[in-house]
């Protein structure tokens, strides 16, 4: 039997395995998924061919769906294909929904964005395969599918024109009364199901909200901001996008998010310790986080520089990684959960690089 058959009929295992027992995988399992996900995309990005090795299987496959050449042969690292390209681009990617079909099979799909690629970018879904070898996970198969950014998915394009800082170098996003600084996710006008009210942007609550874009965009940056959530209330902001969704439901951003939640009411809180105020959320938890009492205010930073990023909150580091690609340029959303939110003082600067 042939390489490529092989490879196809474990893919009709593993979506039968699926429909019949599929489980959510353990945290620790889910942990080093990620962590074979991003070191695969450090090694990519790095053009380090032993280093993605590492990390994947023997019988590796990667495929890009409408992708231009040059990016699909990147995806096997060699030093052939690697020299006169390297560092001219990278692929930032999300693994968001993770399954176990069998006890050594998982399989994820999530979201990927090229950042700098000559010709344009491409971003959209992702789909993986793990297998687990001698008590390691490893990454098997990769599907890059690049969607053509009609509705309800909206491409990012950098800001013609950035916003300037203030004397003290930040530039002001919300101040307590002017919206300018904000728009619907996908380009509308600021929508009705936020309000400005005793000098706080809150949510509307309701099933039709529309999540907040900023009109500016940014890259490496430092964000504050201050929040209150309501009993059972979820939220986020989210950077580092790679695409935003607009649809008749609501409108939001694909990206890494800093989760903004009550922790001992929200079910998701309650349930998974990577839904919790200040995490990376469904990536890192928060480590040594504290949160006031509900109905207080709390001070919350979001950091990114160059791969570096970091999360805190109430002036504790609660979560601090290095990403597989620099930040691409893009917009900050403010996620509309249908559940009552309250923020003020929202501020940036920008970082080098």
Known sequence: ?????????????????????????????QAAMQDALRRYLVAVNDCDEAAARAVV??????????????????????????????????????????????EDVAVADGFFRTIQLPGGDHAGRLYLTF????????????????????????GIEPSAKHDPAGADGWVTLFDGSSTEASREVGGGPFPPTWKVEDGLLQTVPGRDGRSLQSRDTFRSFELRFEWKAAAKGNSGIKYH???LMKGDQGADGIGHEYQIADDGGDPGAIRFPVERSGALYNQIAPRGAVLKSLGEFNESRIVVQGRHREHWLNEVKVVEYESESGPPEGPITIQHHHTAMALRNIRLRRLNP
């Open 241 to 243: 996008l790679f695409y």
């Open 57 to 102: 299987t023997k019988d590796f496959s990667a495929v890009g769906h409408n992708m231009k050449p040059e990016f699909v042969a990147r995806l096997r690292p060699r030093a052939e294909v690697c020299g006169p390209n390297k560092g001219t681009f990278e692929v930032t990617a999300l693994a968001r929904v993770l399954r176990v079909a069998t």
């Open 1 to 29: 039997m042939g390489g490529g058959t092989a490879v196809r009929l474990l893919g009709v295992l593993v979506l039968w395995c699926l429909v019949v027992s599929a489980v959510e995988p353990g945290a620790q399992d």
């Open 131 to 154: 297998v687990r070898r001698e008590g390691r996970w490893q990454v098997m198969s990769l599907r890059f599918h690049s969607l053509r950014f009609e509705v309800p998915y909206i």
